[in-house]
T-cell receptor, first 116, second 107 residues
């Protein structure tokens, strides 16, 4: 099946710094990528949807200036957490789809961010 | 908005037991995912199905579209199956996730 990778798998950063997380579709072209966030013991929550070559669509309550998403190519999307704070510590997961709909999504393994 | 209910929330079983995890949803969907999340957080996509049944190794997933219900079965369970299993449904407004079932398989 389709493979999606994320890098890094774990990252620890200091408060005030920025962190970039990469999401790659390894064996297919992803026209759409999704970024999710998971707080401890909670469900995954959609943060934003990005289509290749266009601006990401953010869900209500997600700060677009804080969570910068770039989908520059059909195989790569990046999420940059800017000026990170301890409350940004979370598990971030991406998924990728080659369709226009959200049915065929393939999930990355996730990235655990800890901000100290 | 789709309501996704998983049961049980927590399940502890002995190695070798047959495990069933259930997922019910309230609104018609186009597809359903079963995900496995290990204690370290890593997500593994187990199945994506829109009808019938799929099997992969000791895992079997079924879905009944009319009854809006899916089950994930694990045969000959093993301690390495211990994880959180998450059901996610694909509807008109995107993915809706269940809260997960925390499975512990004791040796």
């Amino acid at each position: 099946g389709a493979v999606v990778s994320q890098h890094p798998s774990r990252v620890i950063c200091k408060s005030g710094t920025s962190v970039k997380i990469e999401c790659r579709s390894l064996d297919f072209q992803a026209t759409t990528m999704f970024w999710y966030r998971q707080f401890p013991k909670q469900s995954l929550m959609l943060m934003a949807t990005s289509n290749e070559g266009s601006k990401a669509t953010y869900e209500q309550g997600v700060e677009k200036d804080k969570f910068l998403i770039n989908h520059a190519s059909l195989t790569l999307s990046t999420l940059t957490v800017t000026s990170a704070h301890p409350e940004d510590s979370s598990f971030y997961i991406c998924s990728a789809s080659w369709g226009l709909g959200r049915g065929e999504q393939y999930f990355g393994p996730g990235t655990r961010l800890t901000v100290t | 908005k789709n309501e996704v209910e998983q049961s049980p929330q927590n399940l502890t079983a002995q190695e070798g037991e047959f495990i069933t995890i259930n997922c019910s949803y309230s609104v018609g969907i186009s597809a359903l995912h079963w995900l496995q999340q290990h204690p370290g957080g890593g997500i593994v996509s187990l199945f994506m199905l829109s009808s019938g049944k799929k099997k992969h190794g000791r895992l079997i997933a079924t879905i009944n579209i009319q009854e809006k219900h899916s089950s994930l079965h694990i045969t000959a369970s093993h301690p390495r199956d211990s994880a959180v299993y998450i059901c996610a449904v694909v509807g008109a407004d995107g993915l809706t996730f269940g809260k997960g079932t925390h499975l512990i398989i004791q040796p």
